[in-house]
């Protein structure tokens, strides 16, 4: 009795090429992505410019004062004498006021007694750390 020979089997490969283009496009899209998890807490103001302007950092507490000089609290609404209220609500219930750190977002019309007013509200809810938001200076008029 005669048994068929075995067919020979062919030797697979590995295609590396494709595979490094998926992971390059992986690599891209999950860099891109990370760019837009930034938390802005703030509304879009006409900010004043400042040569030292740094971007800013992902806060919890974020105060914007409009040209219309309205007052919000993280984009919500708030009037100035509800301003510390509000701060207390956003903060939470058992964050450490003494760390804790508010930007302030005035637009460039708003006057300095109200960005003050503001500040005035946050220290009597036991915040001291503030920061002023600023727009970077265009280096090109600069010189």
Do not use: W
Not at 85 to 114: C, E, F, R, Y
Request: net charge positive; glycine share 6%.
């Amino acid at each position: 009795m005669q048994f068929k020979q075995r067919r020979e089997l062919k030797r697979t490969k590995i295609e590396i090429i494709p595979m490094i283009d998926t992971i390059f496009f992986l690599l891209v899209f999950f860099m891109l992505s990370s760019l837009a998890l930034v938390k802005l807490n703030g509304l879009p103001v006409n900010l004043p410019k400042a040569a030292t302007a740094q971007k800013q950092q992902a806060n919890d507490l974020t105060i914007t004062i409009d040209k219309g000089q309205q007052i919000y609290v993280n984009k919500q609404p708030v009037a100035l004498a509800g301003l510390g209220p509000m701060l207390l609500a956003k903060a939470g219930p058992n964050a450490d006021l003494s760390t804790a750190s508010v930007v302030i977002n005035a637009d460039l019309s708003v006057p300095h007694g109200l960005v003050v007013g503001c500040i005035d509200a946050a220290r009597q809810v036991g915040i001291s750390s503030f920061s002023i938001a600023t727009a970077p200076e265009d280096q090109s008029a600069a010189h």
